[in-house]
């Protein structure tokens, strides 16, 4: 039995709807063990913009970098689209990952058996698929400066710049060889090193931290090339390692492999998971804030519920826990319930609240 702190930013959209959900599958793993958690709930993203006028403010970073663990919604506002508007939402979430030190992304991506006939591809191609994305998260062309827009006598000009140190490529490296060595031995680095000289790089610091790991079985992959890859053959995947432009795209199209956005969960940590170890993170699904779906009680709350059992695992080393969240999703599964996002004929479709509330009851 113990007590935790977890700051709970909601954040837009059906980012409340969701995270109130994964907040239901604590309390019900709090209740089933013993354990106390302290929900600490505050602003990010658009919301916080509105109250503030910053997408996150210093006092809510500070309670972050304090907690045991973050849960996050999502963030997102159409209002915030505006090019021209100085403060945008998504600044929130880049403030939070540099500032709590962040740096790798973890993204499981697993084919669960009863899903495998409803996605847009071959059940065959899929159906086992297992693979983990390691993204680095607080580098490249989020962060590299210069990064402007400006007028010149031809027109307006805007600039960003991909930039990476051997420090931070070789920290992420590590991430990707530790993973590979408690799966199946094979990882991927995936860069544009025909091209790209902050990929040249990557190329040469990930040969050289490969030294260390002579048991892991390396393949070097051209973005362009695993984005085929991965609809082409994703069982041949186990791990990826990528910086951060080419992780946020290809996760996006591996969610796919899943069915749906809705299911994929994340964790973004300041440090390699290990098991039994604590280490401060930040959880959160994978897609967007879904402005259109919000407040209907439709979107899927999974990936949040998921985020909330890596959370468990990886910040606060309680393993067991995490599994029995996880067993209580594919038990609801298992048993035909369905969100619009994942529906099939002969189905049970529920909203929002009441996947949460199944979820919560089989824990």
Not at 160 to 176: F, H, L
Not at 318 to 340: C, F, H, P, Q, W
Request: aromatic content about 4%; some cysteine; overall charge positive.
């Amino acid at each position: 039995m113990a007590q935790f702190k977890i700051v709970v930013l909601p954040g837009d959209g059906i980012g409340p709807e969701v995270t109130n959900e994964a907040v239901k599958a604590l309390k019900a793993i709090g209740k089933k063990f013993g354990h106390t958690f302290d929900m600490d709930y505050q602003l990010i993203g658009g919301v916080s913009i509105d109250k503030t006028g910053e997408a996150l403010t210093k006092d809510v970073l500070k309670r972050c970098k304090k907690a045991d663990a973050v849960l996050l919604g999502a963030v997102g506002d159409p209002k915030y689209d505006d090019p021209s508007v100085k403060v945008h939402p998504e600044d929130g979430l880049l403030a939070l990952r540099k500032g709590m030190g962040l740096y790798a992304n973890l993204r499981p991506v697993k084919v669960l058996p009863m899903l495998a006939d409803q996605t847009n591809l071959k059940p065959d191609v899929i159906r086992g698929v297992d693979l983990m994305v390691v993204r680095e998260l607080t580098g490249g062309l989020y962060f590299g400066k210069p990064k402007r827009r400006y007028t010149t006598s031809r027109g307006r000009r805007g600039v960003d710049t991909m930039a990476y140190s051997e420090q931070e490529i070789a920290r992420i490296a590590k991430v990707g060889f530790e993973l590979a060595r408690t799966r199946r031995k094979k990882l991927m680095s995936v860069d544009k090193a025909n091209v790209l000289e902050t990929s040249r790089l990557w190329r040469a610091v990930v040969l050289e931290v490969a030294k260390d790991y002579p048991d892991i079985e390396l393949e070097h992959q051209l973005v362009d090339s695993c984005a085929m890859r991965l609809i082409q053959n994703p069982k041949s995947i186990d791990v990826i390692v990528t910086e951060n432009t080419f992780g946020d795209i290809l996760t996006d199209e591996a969610s796919m492999l899943a069915g749906s956005m809705g299911m994929l969960p994340s964790a973004s940590l300041a440090g390699t998971p290990k098991e039994g170890t604590r280490i401060p993170g930040m959880y959160e699904p994978i897609h967007g804030s879904a402005p259109r779906r919000a407040n209907q009680n439709l979107a899927n709350p999974i990936a949040t519920i998921l985020s909330a059992a890596m959370l468990l695992r990886h910040s606060l080393a309680l393993s067991k826990e995490a599994k029995a969240i996880e067993d209580a999703v594919m038990a609801v599964l298992n048993a035909g319930y369905r969100t619009y996002d994942i529906m099939s004929e002969g189905m049970k479709k529920v909203g929002t609240k009441e996947m949460g509330d199944l979820i919560a009851a089989k824990v």
